[in-house]
């Protein structure tokens, strides 16, 4: 683990935000905008949203605050989108049409990115825990799920593929 606020933090070029990011008094205004610093230069983010959060709630207005600690405005100089299916982050090693989703029948948004210029910042899957189709469900006294988690691993290695190989991205500045 690194902190938000250690300057070494550009220097990696891919980072997974823990899964309290964003809740009321998680994170200092120097990690915040440590982590804009690092959004804004080229760095590769994955989190997941909150239940229902639609571009909206705290993880959401917690990436808000760390743009705008880098004076870049939502909507001119970065965007939250919908990703496509043909998005490369879904095909730099393997082939997806989105990310892995947990095997719950309910509504699911598509992933979500957050897009500095043309650079892809930060990855927000909708996914709150991870499964595959391979999945058992919970059974017995100890309520446990058991899980292939062969598809959950190739998505984690497109991510890591696509941070290092992205056009502006991290690895790219620091050759």
Request: charged share 25%.
């Amino acid at each position: 683990p690194i902190p938000l606020d250690d300057p070494r933090l550009r220097e990696v070029p891919w980072l997974l935000l823990p899964s309290w990011f964003g809740e009321s008094h998680a994170h200092s205004d120097r990690e915040i905008e440590n982590l804009g610093k690092y959004m804004a230069e080229g760095g590769f983010v994955i989190t997941t949203s909150g239940q229902n959060e639609k571009m909206k709630g705290a993880r959401f207005d917690a990436l808000r605050r760390a743009m705008l600690s880098q004076e870049l405005n939502e909507g001119a100089d970065w965007r939250f989108v919908y990703l496509k299916p043909d998005h490369p982050v879904y095909h730099s090693f393997f082939d997806f049409d989105m990310s892995v989703r947990d095997n719950l029948n309910r509504v699911e948004v598509g992933d979500m990115g957050l897009i500095v210029g043309n650079h892809l910042a930060a990855f927000i899957s909708a996914s709150r825990r991870i499964s595959t189709e391979n999945a058992t469900p919970a059974q017995g006294e100890n309520n446990v799920e058991i899980v292939d988690g062969t598809r959950h691993l190739q998505f984690t290695v497109n991510t890591v593929v696509f941070a290092l190989t992205q056009e502006g991205g991290v690895t790219q500045q620091l050759m």
